[in-house]
Structure formats: structure tokens, C-alpha cells
């Protein structure tokens, strides 16, 4: 029996976004599983109409999507219409809201995000630091539980978990602790596991420092932290190896020793995630009670609604969702 | 007429420097330019028979060495053998120590230095954190002024400058000043030009944050160090970028509109250096009065003496000293 189709969240509408999902509709594999757009389907035809592409819209409920999608990109209309105004940023907040509703209900099978523009939320209400919280909260309301949301960059060169996203550098030090490595490895593994369908995962931690301290010469944290950390994880029975000099950890021969890295701080991890693959790089979010991955990027104010945006991040996401709901 | 040969340092005796040395020879290009090698002859022959290499030792004076080289490796002898005790150590010193002098007299065109454990010089009464501030002392002495050595990693990939070396990640942010970053920029720009030929040497600087500080929603450096540095090399005529954020600067695209990348500290710049040229990344020391190259790893003392080691960044870092100094 066939999967529900994926559902995609349509983000800022002054994004790059929406052009993503014209074109991800006009770039699409008649193989690979359909998807629908939850959006404003008057604000798509006209920038389909802008930027002079083929593309029809049909506005359908998900149980339609996949019997339209060969014809015409399917579109859950907004209640919150696209108008240029404060109304858009509930209309954001409404598609990721409904989206998980689709999938919580059975009508999708898994959510990709379009990127979202945070400030812009913030003046309509959003309360939440950015979209893996909201789905966090999202996830806690419609399955309960308390889920810890972790953010993986996935592509298949190299997967990475930052422990520490977006904060100062200065700060990162202090933000480290035994624990969060701990609670973040043990849910990679878990889904590496059972999502990915990795029997025994294997995890490569980095250090902090230069040469991950070398022995305590440049910096404890290793010691203090992360090694400790280690054990205990290996202690679980987990397949956890490091502290790792994070240079050295990301050459061909040395990726082929892990599944997934967990570094220290943002740049370490997204550093080798981008220069690898730049174009097709994928966020995953694991830890949810169910699969949403989101394109690699951001909103791109500066290029949006000139056609100019590349859709590869938007089409990888697409099928590592389908590949981890099969 | 012919350029003198290159001049490479041994570096440890029980680290990888001796058999890669063995190594470049057996793989000589006998179209580049020859090297010799200020070393013990036993220890290199006694090795070269462990290894069942056949690589006949020449005991030379430097300006022997050019004529020696079709048929043997040329070494100029240390007055301090390798007998495995802590004479060691001295020989090690005097290997650089002689080398750079060959430099100085012209008997050698550049030098090339095979790795060293600080640690253990240390104990022979070493009073240098390192390779670099003991080169730039022996050029200090020999050709006067006080020449500031700037490390930088280059492959034909990218060439990266890290602002910040082997300290801690915490100490990291309060090392940084608007001092430092245009003294290293200047002098990165200058060996740019003059030394690898580039007319107009475009640098591209890091921020130190995640997304470059994002407008100081998530650090300050930006603002408060490194914009300035920025606009006042800008204002010196130098073409100087950023602060850019550090994990969208190293894919191909962002590379090519850069000759070298300054970045704040090690990981930032030698997680993509490593990345991406793992075998054959070069350190070369720019700010000295002659040119240094140096193999991008270091002694490998687990792997050492078996015959094991890649000569790949050796051999790139003799091609790339001699493509130096034309």
C-alpha cells in the first residue's frame, strides 16, 4: 500500500520558499512519493505567473494531493491569506501548525519545513526561539510526552549534531555539560537506529579545543566533560569513540569510521557539513515523534522571487523524508 | 641557471620525518628541483635497511648535494648523532638550526622542515612554543629587523591563515584585537604578492560567531573587532572581505572568490584546510625573510618506523618551496 504523500510547510512567503516548491513540483520524480504544499494557492499562481512557470495549482484536501499531484502542484489552502502584511507571519505560523496536524492525523507521512524568518514571527506572537521548538511544543501537544528536539545536518558525505547552535563563541565553554552530550547522543543513536535503519550506530564526538585539548594542554573541557561523557555513553553499550581533534575528523578516511559526528559548537559541526555539500546538505530534526526534515538554508531575502534559487537542499529533503518513513 | 637545492630539516628521529625523507627521494621527480637533507647518515641508512628500501645515503657538503641527488639521497651530517638518548633532541635543533644557515649562505634555495615534538626538545633546553618562533628568531639573527611569522595551511584548494593557534577555544575571544588581525593581514598580503605572484591578493577574514555574529544578535567580535581591522586594511588599499560567516565560506563557489581565508582560531580554519586536502595540505610560514614549508602533520610516532607513512604533504611541500623561490 502506497505511504501518504510528504507535506510541505510553506514558509516566509517572501522567501525563497515558495519558488522552491514551484520548482521542486516541476523538478519532481514520478517515482518518488508525492507532496503538498499547505500555502496560500492565490499567492503561488501569481508567482508562478511572475516568473512565467508551468505550474498549476490545485487547491485539495491531503487526502486528494497525491491523485492531483501528477497534474498540478496541491495546495491545503491558508486560512491566514498571503497579503503582504502582518496577517503573513500567522499564515506562516499556521502552515507548520497544520502540518503536523496533517501528519499527526495520517494524511501525511512526514513534514518538510521551508525556511521561516524569525523576527518576522516574533511581532505576531511567535514565543518560540525558532521552528524546532515550535515542533517540539507541537509534538508535546499532539503526542505527548516531553520530546528534546536535536538537529542533525545530514547528507550522504556526513552527518552532523551540533551540541550548542546559536550562541556567542565565547559562551559555548560554559554551555557544554556532561548531561547534554549525553541526552543529545542517545537520541541520535536511538534514531539513527530506528529511523535510519543503522543496527548499531556509530558516534564520533569531537573535541572542544585544538586537537581536543591534547591531554589537557590546551583546554580541560575533554577532560572534564566530554571524556567522562564518553564512558558513560560507552558504559550504555552505545558505539561512541572520541574525543576527536575536530580537523582531522572529517577527511574521506576518517568519515568512514562514523555515522554521525557530534561536534561542540555550531561552526565545528557546520563548517565541514557546508564545504561537503553545500547544495544538498539536509536539516534533519530527530528526537520528535515523527520525521521532519527542512532544506539546509535559509529565506534568502536578497534572491527570492527571482527564480534564482537552488532547489537541491529543498529535493534532498524531500526524499531523506520519504527514505525515513517507508 | 640552476637554483640551489632545497634544504630539509629531519625533524624527530622516532617520528615519521626520516622514512618520508627516504620516501621523497625514492619518488624524486627528476624534472624538480633536488633536496638534501641536514640529518645523521647511520640513522637514515640503518632505517632505509629496516625498511628494505633501497635508498643509497650520500654523506655531502651542500654544494655537492645537486650532483649527488640522481643517485642517492645527499644528507649533510649532524655533529650530533641519533643515538636514541637525549642527544637526540640537540641533533634535532641543529638540524633547523644549520638549515636555516644553508638558507642564509645560498647554498640552499628554501627550507623544508620535516615535524618535531616540542615536548621532547624542551628537556634539551629549547625555549621556543615552537617550529615557527624558533624559525623566526634564527631570522632575526641572521637577517635582522623582528619578523612576525604568519602559519598558513595551503593546498591548491584553499589556503587558510588561523589568527589564533594552540590555545584553548575559551581564551579564543579575548585573544582577538583589531591589532593583531591587520598586522597578520598585511603580512599575508604582502608574501601574497610577492612571493605566490598574485597582483591583487583577495582575503576573505571569518567572523569569530555563528552566522558572522548575525548583526550582533549572537556576539559582538564582529562589531567591535574585526569590521574594524576590515575598514582599515580596506582603507589601506587592501582587498579584504567579511567578516564572513565561517560555514558558508568553504564550499567551492565562496573559495573562488578568495585567495586565503583568515579565521579567528585552529578549528575554523583547519577544519575545511584538513577537509578538503587532507594529504597533501602545505604549512608554509609567511612574515620570514626566506621561505619555509613544512609537511601539514606532525611526527606520527604511532605509525612511525614501520614504512607506513604518506609522503604526499612532504612531497607537496618540496614542490611547493621550490614553486616559492623561482
Redesign the interface.
Known sequence: MNRPPLVVSIGDPAGIGPELALKAWLQRDTQARPFFVVADPVHLRTLARELGWDVPVSEIEPAAATMAYAQALPVVALRHAFDGTGNDAHGVIEAITRAVEFVRQGAASALVTNPIAKQRLYAAGFQFPGHTEYLGDLAARHWGGTPQPVMMIWSPALAVVPLT??????D??GLLSKDAIIATARIVAHDLATRFGLERPRLALSG????A?ESGS????EIDIIIPAIRQLQAEGLDVRGPLP???M?????RARYDAALCM????A???????A?DDGVNVTLGLPFVRTSPDHGTAFDIAGKGLANPSSLLAALQLAARLTP
Chains 1, 2 share one sequence.
Open positions: 547552535i546559536h550562541v556567542p563563541l565565547k559555548v565553554p572542544l579545543n585544538p586537537h585539548g590546551m583546554g580541560r573541557e575536530a580537523d582531522t572529517f577527511h574521506p578516511a576518517a559548537y555550531h561552526d565545528q557546520l563548517i565541514p557539513a557546508k564545504t561537503l553545500f
